[in-house]
């Protein structure tokens, strides 16, 4: 019954900018925390962002300062601005739900529903 759907992958220049979206069915973001997971082409996927129940955050070094994670509660949604995009920040981008635990970080194990992915191309 628990759904995650991702949106707004597509193909930006480096130094581009896109928003991502994770609409939730199913469950309340008020119980639970998000994850946003980037697999890079042939690569194993990686945690990069993640907001717990409480509203903190926590990212990965390799988009602190770059990526913004966000919710909107009322919409059951999660947002990843993506800016100053990379070529390395090409892949695959997967939403998935966490636990309520205030200390969520960004192992796989950490969270047991995923979102089918959006594709992100970054390249000149």
């Known amino acids: 019954q628990v759904q995650l759907v991702e949106s707004g992958g597509g193909s930006v220049q480096p130094g581009g900018s896109l928003r991502l979206s994770c609409v939730v069915s199913?469950?309340?973001?008020?119980?639970?925390?998000i994850g946003w997971f980037h697999q890079p082409p042939g690569q194993d996927r990686e945690g990069i962002a993640c907001?717990?129940?409480?509203?903190?955050?926590f990212y990965d070094d390799s988009v602190k300062g770059r990526f913004t994670i966000s919710r909107d509660n009322a919409k059951n949604t999660v947002y990843l601005e993506m800016k100053n995009l990379k070529p390395s920040d090409t892949g695959g981008y997967y939403c998935a739900l966490g636990s309520a635990w205030d200390g969520l970080e960004l192992q796989p194990y950490e969270y047991e529903s995923w979102g089918p992915g959006t594709q992100v191309t970054v390249s000149s």
């Open positions: 199913g469950v309340s973001l008020d119980d639970w925390g």
């Open positions: 907001i717990r129940r409480s509203g903190t955050t």
